[in-house]
């Protein structure tokens, strides 16, 4: 079993142009995610978790220093390789703790079916469903965004660039394909992300600079829960 580890996690506003600059320089020197097609993108689509007192989204909007939030999350509208998620946040430090589900143990916590996970052995499947039995912790809205991302092994740094990031409304059909979504960001508009474990090699961080780009505390989610 990998041994978790909190992680650096900074995240930039970038323009159009400079997703192109970006991206040009990082394929001559990093490997592409394993989950890339022929274009080098996928799509990510994730279901995030709240209580009905919205806390994880006021604990993100307030900058709360320890913080976590549970999704449920596939890649390229695949539905034999969902994962559910549990990232946590302390002091400006990251981690993300995954277990693969089934398509039906989802489908049975998308209908309120918790049972099953109550006879679960892995502690995250436990913690979740302790936490939607004792603080209503349900569905709360739907993200959809493509991704396209490189890793680089010295640091394990992974670096992605995240575009036209759309939200299901009030729908929470994770397993729908054709589920209809709207653009939550301006045209033009993506975010990177820069992940790593203690430092940010040199190298990567020269290609990283480009003539407009602002550090932001950003979040898919919230950005979503405007709408719905």
């Not at 506003?13 to 001559?28: A, Q």
């Not at 653009?183 to 033009?188: C, F, Q, R, V, W």
Request: glycine share 4%; hydrophobic share 35%; aromatic share 10%.
């Amino acid at each position: 079993m990998d041994q978790l580890k909190f992680r650096h996690e900074i995240k930039h506003c970038i323009n159009t142009l400079d997703s192109y600059i970006v991206r040009s320089r990082l394929k001559h020197i990093m490997k592409p995610d394993d989950f890339a097609l022929k274009d080098g993108k996928y799509k990510v689509r994730s279901l995030y978790f709240d209580n009905p007192y919205d806390k994880a989204l006021l604990e993100k909007l307030n900058g709360t220093g320890k913080r976590e939030k549970f999704r449920i999350r596939l890649y390229n509208d695949d539905s034999s390789f969902i994962k559910l998620e549990k990232k946590s946040k302390i002091r400006g430090l990251t981690l993300k703790e995954a277990i693969q589900i089934s398509d039906e143990q989802c489908k049975a916590i998308l209908k309120g079916d918790l049972s099953w996970m109550s006879n679960s052995e892995n502690p995250l499947i436990l913690e979740l469903y302790m936490k939607m039995k004792n603080e209503v912790l349900q569905p709360k809205t739907l993200v959809d965004y493509t991704r396209e991302a490189y890793r680089y092994e010295p640091g394990n740094v992974r670096i992605t660039i995240d575009g036209h990031i759309k939200t299901g409304l009030f729908s929470k059909d994770l397993l729908n394909p054709v589920l209809p979504t709207m653009e939550i960001y301006p045209s033009g508009y993506h975010i990177l992300e820069v992940k790593y474990d203690e430092f940010l090699p040199g190298i990567i961080s020269d290609i990283l600079q480009t003539n407009e780009h602002r550090s932001i505390s950003v979040s898919k989610y919230a950005a979503s829960r405007l709408y719905g």
